[in-house]
């Protein structure tokens, strides 16, 4: 694996977000890509959570076309069973077979957060998952924190260096019921945190997206705010966490959870306007990005003429860049 083939399809070694937890009900599985290769989503009864490669140790069918066995699945070729940390359990056409008890599939560490399947994705040289840090609005029990998902026709880098360009904003956005105020001038900085760095406007804060802060803590993730007036309700400033999955070198998931400082009454009030005014709004804006990152030429990041407000980008493009090179076999 190339170190451009890891530049384009995704980082190995850190979690990624996958899909939403409830595109995996308990009792069904799901035939998912990520980083450029074919899994299988299964889940117990009892709600627990496996995540293999998608092909059947014996003859190499995908074993998403299988049938549910309840704490196992069963290939639909042959009928070899495979439970879900991936040792064949059963060779129905030929009991005892040296296949049995053998762990023959690859399995992938999972978690669950904010209604997002996250896994570990390691290369043979780092299988155990490394520590991973989870975004404070996502398990604070005092922030409330609604998941929007959607699969763009856009690398995946595209997608991230959109979050790292606050400018944008000001232009492509003017017109959403946010991101209408505020200069359409700025300089801009990078602040180093111990997780990752700002890149932020050094002028202007609290009226537009004027700051994004770059998170590395297992998985890759951003933090943001957009101001809110008094009418969105209470909770203050509109949160947003967001990750990137890449699908393949074309296609991401995209993850936004839409986050405020609410508990109790505020709460269930936020979660009103949220479903009732404010989500449609919002997914105008992501619609906005979408039909943007889209319509980009996939060698977009070769024919470019940038300026002080990409410092972000190019920041997070060194990082990308270096990482692929050190996973890329010598």
């Not at 040792?87 to 992938?108: A, D, F, M, W």
């Not at 949160?239 to 109790?264: L, S, T």
């Not at 300026?307 to 050190?326: C, I, P, S, T």
Request: aromatic fraction near 10%.
């Amino acid at each position: 694996m190339t170190a451009d083939h890891i530049y384009a399809t995704g980082l190995r070694n850190q979690w990624h977000p996958v899909v939403p937890s409830s595109f995996v009900a308990p009792g069904a599985m799901r035939k998912v890509t990520a980083l450029d290769e074919q899994w299988l989503l299964f889940r117990r009864s009892d709600g627990t959570l496996s995540m293999l490669a998608d092909r059947c140790p014996h003859r190499g069918a995908p074993l998403s076309l299988g049938k549910h066995l309840g704490d196992r699945v069963a290939c639909w070729y042959h009928g070899v069973e495979v439970e879900g940390d991936g040792t064949v359990s059963s060779v129905p056409g030929l009991p005892g077979c040296n296949l049995e008890g053998k762990k023959l599939v690859r399995s992938l560490p999972v978690r669950e957060v904010g209604g997002a399947i996250l896994a570990y994705f390691g290369d043979e040289q780092h299988p155990e998952p490394v520590e991973l840090t989870l975004p404070e609005p996502l398990t604070d029990a005092g922030t409330d924190a609604i998941l929007c998902y959607a699969e763009w026709e856009v690398p995946w880098r595209y997608a991230v260096e959109n979050l790292l360009d606050p400018m944008h904003g000001a232009f492509l956005h003017h017109d959403s019921h946010t991101m209408y105020d505020g200069d359409t001038t700025a300089k801009f900085r990078i602040r180093e945190t111990d997780r990752g760095y700002f890149f932020e406007k050094t002028d202007q804060r609290g009226v537009n997206f004027d700051w994004v802060e770059l998170c590395q803590t297992g998985i890759d993730w951003v933090d943001l705010s957009i101001p809110y007036p008094p009418s969105a309700g209470p909770g203050g400033p509109f949160g947003i966490v967001g990750m990137v999955c890449p699908v393949d070198e074309q296609r991401c998931g995209v993850f936004f959870w839409r986050y405020r400082r609410v508990e109790g009454w505020q709460r269930d009030t936020w979660r009103f306007l949220y479903k009732t005014l404010i989500e449609e709004r919002h997914w105008e804006v992501l619609e906005q990005d979408r039909v943007m990152l889209e319509a980009m030429p996939a060698d977009a990041d070769q024919r470019e003429n940038l300026y002080q407000h990409d410092l972000g980008v190019v920041r997070l493009r060194r990082m990308y860049r270096a990482a692929a090179a050190e996973q890329a076999p010598a």
